[in-house]
């Protein structure tokens, strides 16, 4: 995972040595996030795709607490390919597909800052955010539904 964790310090211009938590775990959402449009997973508001949503939206606010203005998801399909793509060949024929998938809901415009909840700043987090690791939107609002069922992801 060292090379998906070199591309987030190079985006966020930040060192593993400085926030070594907070890009571990962005680094594994992104990587989970890959793996779900792989098998067929789109963000979405019931089952699976909750979880993708939720994976990708917590990755988003990461970014977005470090800096990050920008689409960074299409950027970083690629690093999570090569680094798998020996145990899952399939993964690379794929790499279109996924990236379609993750930059649908790669929109910085909709970050959830300024005050999306009413439980958010009316700033971004800054660099206390980051320390922490935590922040009143990264609690989920709703619960995740019961049921799990699987669905095709929508054309277009």
Excluded at 18 to 29: E, I, M, P, W
Excluded at 30 to 38: C, S
């Amino acid at each position: 995972m060292q090379p998906l964790i070199v591309a987030l310090e190079e985006l966020t211009q930040t060192t593993y040595e400085q926030h070594t938590a907070v890009l571990r775990t962005f680094a594994d959402h992104v990587r989970g996030a890959v793996f779900l449009a792989f098998d067929g997973v789109c963000p979405g508001n019931k089952a699976n795709g909750y979880v993708m949503r939720r994976l990708l939206r917590r990755a988003m606010r990461f970014g977005f607490g470090l800096g990050v203005q920008k689409n960074f998801f299409s950027g970083l399909v690629p690093v999570v390919v090569s680094l798998y793509q020996d145990a899952y060949p399939e993964l690379a024929l794929q790499q279109e597909n996924i990236e379609a998938v993750l930059t649908k809901e790669d929109r910085p415009s909709a970050a959830p800052w300024p005050g999306a909840c009413g439980n958010c700043s009316t700033s971004p987090p800054g660099d206390s955010w980051v320390a922490t690791h935590s922040s009143p939107c990264l609690a989920p609002t709703d619960s995740p539904p019961s049921s799990a069922v699987r669905r095709p992801c929508p054309e277009g």
